[in-house]
């Protein structure tokens, strides 16, 4: 592949030579091999070692954290209701973590050699072979760092009782996440949920790559509607929060004007959506 008069060599180690692209390097990125047989990062065995991981290793891993931050949370006098709230309140805080990163820091535009280099390793090199099984969860040692800063930022927001069971939601969010991820590339749904949020998502990676930034749901990506609706001038109203039986068909929305409406489905997890409607502008 030639790109500002320079080729990248698939058959030979990625890391090192992606930065030379320069500003073609966001173009380049942004071709995605359908693959299943992911390319070599490093010459290095030991660093290319690190740079795979098995799906199963996230739950493995990370749930007896989980499991251990509800314990000390129980240990230091929360109630069942206290912990059940803590801990959903911390997945809903990953889910906004989630779609921060990925839109923000994982898309950042890059051209710098180093600035290349650093984000294919961050997460180019999943956008350029999206089905590379072994590369699709963050790897162990990662999140074990990352996990260091956002347990010093719950411990900023919440109580000392309440920091453990905080923190073990919005980790149980991740591992959620993660392991969603990884179905949504290589999982074959039966369900039209299921269904939905895989297209959603593969529709991220090879139709509209800066658009449908959220995993496990779609529901920041809702929240910004110019994003979502280039067409529309203004979100008008949230319909109904409803099963997915009651997706079969779109709820009227009675006005006072006779303007056409438009619907779009936020799927906010296999199980809820939400429908919005848009007024034509």
Request: charged share 15%.
């Amino acid at each position: 592949m030639v790109a500002q008069e320079f080729t990248v060599d698939l058959n030979k180690p990625l890391v090192f030579q992606v930065g030379h692209l320069g500003e073609a390097y966001q173009e380049w990125v942004h071709q995605p091999i359908a693959s299943k047989e992911g390319p070599r990062l490093f010459a290095n065995d030991l660093l290319e070692f690190l740079t795979r991981t098995v799906w199963w290793a996230v739950p493995v891993i990370w749930l007896p954290v989980v499991g251990w931050c509800l314990t000390k949370s129980i240990q230091m006098g929360n109630t069942p209701l206290q912990l059940a709230l803590m801990v959903v309140t911390g997945i809903f805080l990953w889910t906004l973590i989630e779609y921060t990163l990925h839109r923000f820091l994982f898309h950042i535009k890059t051209e710098s050699y180093w600035g290349n280099t650093v984000h294919y390793l961050l997460h180019g090199c999943h956008h350029k072979h999206p089905m590379d099984g072994l590369r699709l969860v963050f790897p162990p040692a990662a999140t074990a760092i990352l996990c260091v800063p956002f347990w010093n930022l719950v411990k900023l927001i919440a109580t000392p009782s309440t920091t453990p069971a905080l923190f073990g939601g919005g980790l149980l969010g991740y591992v959620v996440y993660d392991c969603t991820h990884y179905y949504l590339h290589h999982g074959q749904p039966s369900k039209d949920p299921a269904k939905n949020l895989k297209r959603y998502h593969l529709n991220h990676h090879f139709r509209i790559q800066n658009k449908g930034f959220g995993i496990t749901s779609s529901l920041w990506d809702c929240e910004y509607v110019n994003l979502r609706f280039p067409r529309y001038s203004s979100l008008l109203v949230v319909i109904f929060v409803a099963s997915s039986n009651d997706l079969i068909m779109d709820v009227p929305v009675h006005s006072e004007n006779s303007d056409i409406y438009a619907f779009e489905t936020c799927v906010i997890n296999p199980f809820i959506y939400i429908k919005f409607a848009c007024r034509d502008s």
